[in-house]
């Protein structure tokens, strides 16, 4: 990752309580999260928004990795995860994407992240969260569901798997809402100890759409995808 050639966000929440924190970040400069030290389990979901349209790129064949970045090959232990996905690689609603992954110390794992998928809710839901009213009127909530498996030979115990948007009607990105505690309507958790080859869980994002449109689909920008080093990186689609 090259850090002369993005700005980073740290994006942190904190309490018992359900809390929300409505993100308007914008991706086209390189913004990513920050991941924290691995810790102990928590109901979290981590994502990022802007209005940049996005502009999927067809499904690449099977060989290779993401477009001119070192490492283009599966991390050891990952072969049943297929070939890393390529820089703007689309997919469809139920097909696996595998990536490199790290997260803190837990450096080389690998991860196949698969879109299973995407429901809308209603307004209401977002009375169970603590955020302004305002930052939500006019915005329904939907949540894209995806999974995440370890293809890899690293350890992923605690890491928080995030970086998870939607895409409205047209390709341009979704707001982002993340939660900090349990919101039953759309659970996110870190990946639990021992989360080794082999072993998956079932995450899920919440977007935010105005009213009168809606989300149908989902934009994956974690490391590399977000890094804007030559070339660029583009995130990863499902339709």
Known sequence: MST?????????????????????TGCKDGIEETPAAPAAPSAAASAGSSAQPVAPAAPSSSAGGYDGSAGASPAPGGAAGGAVAKSGQAFKIGEAATVPFSYGSNKGGQLAITVTGIDAGNPSDLAAVNIAPDKVKGKTPFYIRYTVKNTGSTDLSFSSVGHMKGLLDGGSESDVLLIAGKF???????????????????????????????????????????NLASPPQKGLTWK
């Not at 002369?4 to 308007?24: E, K, P, Q």
């Not at 990946?191 to 934009?219: D, E, H, I, R, Y």
């Open 4 to 24: 002369n050639s993005m700005r980073r966000t740290t994006l942190a929440a904190a309490g018992l309580a359900v809390a929300g924190t409505l993100v308007l």
């Open 184 to 226: 039953d309507k759309c659970p996110s958790e870190s990946l639990p100890k021992g989360f080794t080859n082999g072993q998956s869980q079932n995450s899920c994002a919440v977007a935010l759409a105005p009213t009168g449109t809606k989300v149908s689909g989902a934009l994956y920008w974690g490391d590399p995808y977000n």
